[in-house]
C-alpha cells in the first residue's frame, strides 16, 4: 500500500452518526399496606422513529442526554390503585439501530412510527413486594445510523462513478437492498494487502434540484446520510445532462454538487470529503485540472460562474483532490490509499472520543461515591 506524507486536515464534527445516550425507567409507587392499596408502575423509555428527526438534533435539543420516565404514583386512601408513571418517548430518525453499551441490539427503526422500548418503570409496591416499589431499568443506549458503506459516491451522471466503482472493487458491484428504502444502490468492496476492507457505495445519479425532489432527489440524499464519508466524482472537462441544459465545468459541478447536499441537509457538508477528477485520459486534462485546482483554492473569486441561488453558503474543503482515469487505470492506486487514509483517521479520532467519553462517566461515578 502506498503511503501519502501530505495530510490535508480539517475540523469536522457537526455530523452525528451516533450517540450514547443514558435512559431510566420510572419507579413504582409506593403499596399502602393497612388498605391492601397497590403502587403505579413506573412509565418506561421509548425510542420512536420520526420523520425529520437527525442525531444532532437530540445532541443539541438534550445535551445531557439523559432520558428518564415518570415514577409511577403512590396508593392512597383516595385511589387504592396508584396512576401508573408517564412514558418517556426519544424521538429518533429512521434507519437507526440501537443497542446497549455491550453492543446487544435492542431494536431496528426502520420505518416511521418503528418503536423499541430501552429501559422498562418499576412496579408499584403490592402484597407480593411488602408493598414496596422497585426501581425502574438504568443503563445506556446507542443510536446508530445504519451505514450503508463507508464511502459514497457523489456526482452528476455520466461522471464515470459506475467505471470507477469497477476499477476499485476489481469486480462487478454488488447489488444491495435496505429495509428502510426501495432503491438499490450498488456497493463494491475495495480489498488492501493487509486484507482490510471498506465499502463504496455507488449512489444514483444527482441532478440538479435533487432537493427539491425532482428525479430521484430525496431518496439518493437520504442514502448520503448513511455514508461515512463522501466521495465527489466528477468530469475534468466538464458536462452536459441534456441539450437544452446548461453546459456546467468541473468547478461549477463540485459547487452544485455541494449546494444541493446543503439545501437538503447542511449538517451532510461535515463529513469528511474527497474529490475525484475524472476522465484524465482526454485532450486538455491536465490543463483542466490545473484550472480547477486554482478555482478551488479561492472560490469565492470564481463565484459569478454560478447562478445566485446555487452558490453554496460554505465552499468545501476536501482532504485530497485525486485526478484519475478510470477507464485506463491512472491514479486509481493513489485514490485507494487516499481512502483508507482518510477513514483511518477518522477511526483514530473516534476511538479517542469514545476512551474520553467512558472516562468522564467514570470520574462522574467516583466522585458521585465520595
Do not use: M, W
Given at each position: 500500500m502506498v503511503h501519502i506524507t501530505r495530510i490535508c486536515l480539517r475540523k469536522y464534527g457537526n455530523f452525528v452518526d451516533n450517540l450514547r445516550l443514558y435512559v431510566r425507567g420510572g419507579s413504582g409507587g409506593m403499596g399502602l399496606p393497612r388498605l391492601g392499596g397497590q403502587g403505579g408502575k413506573g412509565g418506561d423509555v421509548w425510542v420512536v422513529a420520526t420523520k425529520n428527526m437527525t442525531l444532532k438534533r437530540i445532541k443539541d435539543k438534550f445535551p445531557q442526554k439523559r432520558f428518564v420516565a415518570d415514577a409511577g404514583a403512590n396508593s392512597g386512601v383516595r385511589a387504592l390503585k396508584g396512576e401508573r408513571g408517564a412514558d418517556k418517548e426519544i424521538l429518533a430518525p429512521v434507519g437507526i439501530t440501537v443497542t446497549t453499551d455491550e453492543s446487544r441490539t435492542l431494536g431496528d427503526l426502520n420505518v416511521e412510527g418503528d418503536r423499541v422500548m430501552v429501559a422498562k418503570g418499576g412496579s408499584g409496591g403490592s402484597l407480593y413486594s411488602a408493598f414496596q416499589p422497585s426501581k425502574g431499568e438504568a443503563k445506556h443506549i446507542r443510536l446508530d445510523l445504519k451505514l450503508i458503506a463507508d464511502m459514497g459516491l457523489v456526482g452528476f451522471p455520466n461522471a464515470g462513478k459506475s467505471s470507477l466503482l469497477t476499477a476499485l472493487s476489481n469486480a462487478t458491484p454488488q447489488i444491495a437492498s435496505y429495509a428502510f428504502t426501495t432503491l438499490k444502490p450498488e456497493i463494491g468492496k475495495l480489498i488492501y494487502d493487509d486484507y482490510k476492507q471498506i465499502s463504496v457505495a455507488d449512489l444514483p445519479g444527482l441532478i440538479e434540484g435533487a432537493h427539491m425532489n425532482k428525479g430521484m432527489g430525496h431518496k439518493f440524499l437520504k442514502h448520503v446520510e448513511r455514508t461515512k464519508q463522501l466521495l465527489f466524482v466528477v468530469d475534468v472537462c466538464g458536462f452536459q445532462l441534456a441539450s437544452k441544459t446548461p453546459f456546467r465545468s468541473a468547478f461549477e459541478a463540485v459547487q452544485l454538487l455541494t449546494k444541493e447536499l446543503e439545501l437538503y441537509k447542511e449538517e451532510l457538508l461535515s463529513k469528511p470529503a474527497l474529490l475525484v477528477v475524472n476522465k484524465m485520459d482526454l485532450p486538455d486534462a491536465e490543463d483542466k485540472l490545473a484550472e480547477l485546482k486554482e478555482q478551488l483554492q479561492n472560490p469565492e473569486e470564481f463565484s459569478d460562474l454560478l447562478p445566485e441561488d446555487m452558490i453554496p453558503?460554505?465552499?468545501?474543503?476536501?482532504?485530497?483532490?485525486?485526478?484519475?482515469?478510470?477507464?485506463?487505470?491512472?491514479?486509481?492506486?493513489?485514490?485507494?490509499?487516499?481512502?483508507?487514509?482518510?477513514?483511518?483517521?477518522?477511526?483514530?479520532?473516534?476511538?479517542?472520543?469514545?476512551?474520553?467519553?467512558?472516562?468522564?462517566?467514570?470520574?462522574?461515578?467516583?466522585?458521585?461515591?465520595?
Open positions: 453558503q460554505n465552499y468545501l474543503t476536501f482532504r485530497h483532490v485525486v485526478p484519475i482515469s478510470a477507464i485506463t487505470g491512472f491514479g486509481i492506486s493513489h485514490l485507494k490509499s487516499c481512502v483508507r487514509q482518510s477513514l483511518d483517521e477518522d477511526a483514530a479520532l473516534e476511538v479517542k472520543a469514545t476512551h474520553r467519553e467512558k472516562l468522564q462517566a467514570l470520574r462522574k461515578q467516583s466522585q458521585g461515591r465520595a
